[in-house]
């Protein structure tokens, strides 16, 4: 053991500088806190491991809402991505984003930077191995080289590095994303203080030669050459965009893959830990769509000032030489030279259901874990993870209520939700499918929903919260405007609604009805009915949307206020469940695991059926609630 000293003293610790503990880091420093972040490597802080790309359905609404709380990831991206798009245009508000490819090398400079200059935060670079626990309470942490450093509260965002393990065809070794060193002895700690962990697995595919590509045999994918940011701050926008180049595999490619699949570490036993579904190897695409000719392959530029480009879509564990092959027979890489190959990973998280909705762990008190540990994938995921635990921690220590986004409030308050309620069996990827308010959580809104929230935190300046105010000021005046106008049939009227393919006007009509109308869009009212308010487009938007969806916004609303009576019934916490009469096993056994705090969330707990419910709330309402003494 190395000599222990003593290296200072911070109310908060965070442990890894990737996204999570980028957010973490800076929103406990912001609100007050004086805060340290440990980090294995200073040169990896934020790094994409994986696909340098952020943001897609759900995902980028996620990014919004960082920023809406005052966040920092989506500031960042707008300063260094190479290409920007709007992805479902052709579809509802509901699962419209943004997805970005960032510069790789630069995101990184960047947030390090942003770290380096906050006042109250510091950086070091570390290993901690050990946590300092003193009655139940995270007092601070002990790193490899025998600092000491105490705190009033720490937040574990290791990411994917405890017991990591890289996995290529028959190789396998101890090692951290990239070839980091992995973190060990914090895995056995964790376990030695009674935490469940789980082993999750997950992969990336080969990085090529651009100069080594034959583009003529691909498709270009341009970003949007209409200006786009993630943050609201955003006011100055990249135009110089990189393209990223579509492809598809060959009949060879399915080839190799069926010839090679015995050393597939997947199929061949070797790999224990369980992957995400929804971003499958190209080896498992084969094997569960073989009646499909071809996959989507997808090159994307890591960078401005590098000629590395990412295989999206060829996500391997294959051995190198196979790798070589697979590479060569797809369009266009024919004669492509792979730099890196790719790798699965396999690695340590916490069973998710140990965690309060704070993010705080129900073993040891003032600890909080965040990003990947928890069982999630993905960068925006963990950067929304990292933001809340940071947040709470801060506040925990100042003596103030914590913060608990509902499902209703924001995709992050979906997911923290579906991880400490449900646990998740692999690595966890927020979908709109998974929130029953995607209507509420759309990523144009992001903004209206939470900036009132960041501001009373103190993450929202109070320059930005002004802005904020009058642009919302706004758009409910001009939502009020349209609702009281009148607009008559004339000839200009008739002649717009007989273009557009609608019905003629009989009588007079509200501008907001007439807006309700599918072929009729906000610039047409304007031409009608012209506002003396000037309004930006994202102005102009919420105008559209707020009148066009109000029936469908309203039902959501009436549902939220529903479920909010469940939130309302608050679970004691000493409750026994042992003691209460009818409950199911399964129901008993998942009650007591994960704790509710309401109903609502003890009615979304696998194996909780309406029946347990119902004698829960006969329990609650009657008074005959068994208490533990």
């Known amino acids: 053991m190395p000599y222990e000293y003593e290296a200072g003293t911070y109310d908060v610790i965070v442990v890894g500088a990737g996204h999570a503990g980028c957010e973490a ?83 990184q400079h960047e947030m390090k930077k942003v770290l380096e200059n906050e006042p109250n935060l510091t950086l070091v670079q570390g290993m901690v191995e050990q946590l300092i626990i003193e009655d139940n309470v995270c007092k601070g942490v002990i790193t490899k080289t025998g600092a000491v450093y105490h705190a009033k509260a720490v937040i574990i965002t290791t990411g994917t590095f405890l017991r990591g393990e890289i996995i290529l065809g028959e190789l396998k070794y101890s090692s951290g994303p990239n070839n980091q060193q992995p973190s060990i002895k914090l895995s056995e700690h964790l376990e030695e203080l009674g935490f469940a962990l789980d082993r999750f697995k997950t992969g990336t595919p080969p990085r090529i030669n651009g100069k080594t590509i034959d583009y003529s045999k691909t498709e270009i994918q341009p970003g949007d050459d209409e200006p786009r940011a993630f943050s609201y701050e955003t006011t100055k926008y990249i135009t110089d965009q990189l393209p990223c180049w579509l492809t598809y595999t060959s009949e060879r490619t399915h080839q190799l893959i069926d010839e090679n699949l015995h050393r597939s570490p997947m199929y061949s036993g070797m790999i224990k830990g369980r992957g995400p579904r929804y971003c499958p190897s190209i080896e498992d695409k084969v094997v569960r769509f073989h009646d499909k000719p071809r996959h989507q392959v997808f090159l994307e530029p890591e960078g401005r000032n590098t000629e590395e480009v990412y295989i999206q879509g060829l996500s391997t564990s294959l051995p190198e030489e196979v790798q070589h092959e697979l590479i060569r027979s ?250 209460i009469n009818g409950l199911a096993t399964e129901a008993r056994h998942n009650l007591k695991e994960v704790q509710p705090l309401s109903i609502a969330q003890a009615s979304r707990i696998s194996g909780v059926n309406p029946a347990d419910i119902s004698i829960l709330l006969v329990y609650l309402e009657h008074g005959r609630i068994a208490k533990t003494i």
């Not at 992050?412 to 995607?438: F, H, N, Q, W």
């Not at 000021?473 to 008739?494: C, D, G, M, T, Y």
Request: net charge neutral; with cysteine.
């Open 25 to 107: 880091g800076l929103a406990s420093a912001r609100i007050g806190a004086k805060t340290l972040v440990v980090t294995i490597n200073l040169d990896m802080i934020a790094f994409m491991p994986c696909n340098p790309s952020v943001g897609g359905p759900a995902k980028g609404t996620v990014v919004r809402e960082i920023d809406a709380l005052g966040g920092e990831m989506a500031k960042v991206l707008d300063r260094t991505y190479i290409q920007m798009r709007m992805l479902n245009t052709g579809k509802g508000p509901a699962v419209r984003a943004l997805r970005a490819q960032a510069d790789k090398f630069m995101y």
């Open 330 to 579: 797809v369009p266009g890489l024919e004669n492509a030279q792979m730099m890196r190959p790719g790798y699965a990973i396999e690695y340590d998280a916490i069973i998710p259901t140990q965690l309060w909705p704070t993010l705080e762990t129900k073993k040891v008190k003032n600890l909080y874990t965040a990003g990947q540990i928890n069982g999630t994938s993905g960068y925006e995921e963990a950067a929304g993870q990292g933001l809340m635990a940071g947040i709470n921690a801060a506040l925990r220590i100042q003596g103030k209520e914590e913060v608990i986004l509902s499902r209703s409030d924001a995709y992050i308050g979906v997911m923290i939700d579906d991880l400490i309620t449900k646990g998740t069996a692999e690595p966890y990827r927020l979908l709109t499918s998974r929130a029953e308010y995607r209507l509420l959580l759309r990523h144009d809104n992001a903004d209206l929903r939470l900036t009132e929230l960041g501001h009373s935190i103190g993450l929202i300046r109070e320059e930005r919260y002004e802005k904020f105010v009058a642009k919302k000021q706004k758009i409910e005046a001009e939502i009020n405007r349209l609702k009281n106008i009148i607009i008559k049939p004339s000839n200009i009227v008739q002649q717009l609604i007989k273009s557009l393919g609608g019905s003629e006007l009989k009588d007079g009509i509200r501008a907001a009805d007439l807006l309700k109308r599918p072929e009729m869009s906000y610039d047409h009212i304007k031409e009608l009915v012209p506002s003396e308010a000037t309004l930006n487009h994202e102005e102009e938007e919420q105008v559209e949307i707020q009148i066009k969806y109000e029936g469908y916004i309203e039902k959501s609303l009436q549902q939220v206020e529903r479920l909010k009576k469940m939130e309302d019934k608050k679970i004691p916490e000493n409750i026994d469940y042992d003691a």
